[in-house]
C-alpha cells in the first residue's frame, strides 16, 4: 500500500507524474475553499476490497476504484479515494476526484 505514491507496472512513469499531480492540484484547490484534503490510496485488486469492507464495514468489490466517504457520524475514516492498481486507467482517478468534490460541496457522492 501506498498514500498519494503512484508505481505500479501497469502504468507509465508519465502517467504516474500525471496521477499525482491531479491529485496535489486537487487537494490545492480543495485547500482554497477550506475543504479536507482527499486521501488517496493505491492497492492491488484483493487488498483495495479489503480496506474497503474494514473502513464500512460492507462486503463490496473496487473494481478500478471508489470514493469512500464517511455517511453517518459514528463512520470514523477520512474521505478517501481507494484506486484498484490491477483494474484502473488514467481515466479512474479523475471520475473518483469528481466524487470527492460533489462531497467537497455536500454533494451526494454516490454514482
Known amino acids: 500500500m501506498s498514500e498519494n505514491n503512484f508505481s505500479s507496472k501497469r502504468f507509465t512513469k508519465e502517467q504516474g507524474s500525471k496521477i499525482n499531480n491531479a491529485v496535489k492540484n486537487f487537494n490545492k484547490f480543495?485547500?482554497?475553499?477550506?475543504?479536507?484534503?482527499?486521501?488517496?490510496?493505491?492497492?492491488?485488486?484483493?487488498n483495495s476490497t479489503k480496506y474497503k469492507?474494514?473502513?464500512?464495514?460492507?462486503?463490496?468489490?473496487?473494481?478500478?476504484?471508489?470514493?469512500?466517504?464517511?455517511?453517518?457520524?459514528?463512520?470514523?475514516?477520512?474521505?478517501?479515494?481507494?484506486?484498484?492498481?490491477e483494474s484502473s486507467d488514467e481515466t479512474t482517478i479523475p471520475h473518483e476526484l469528481v466524487h470527492?468534490?460533489?462531497?467537497?460541496?455536500n454533494m451526494n457522492p454516490e454514482d
Not at 463490496?60 to 470514523?76: D, E, N, R, W, Y
Not at 470527492?100 to 460541496?105: D, G, H, N, T, W
Open 53 to 85: 469492507e474494514a473502513v464500512t464495514g460492507k462486503k463490496s468489490k473496487v473494481t478500478k476504484g471508489t470514493f469512500l466517504a464517511p455517511k453517518t457520524p459514528s463512520q470514523f475514516f477520512e474521505p478517501t479515494i481507494v484506486l484498484n492498481l
Open 100 to 105: 470527492a468534490y460533489l462531497y467537497s460541496l
Open 30 to 46: 480543495l485547500n482554497t475553499v477550506n475543504a479536507e484534503p482527499i486521501k488517496v490510496l493505491f492497492f492491488d485488486a484483493d
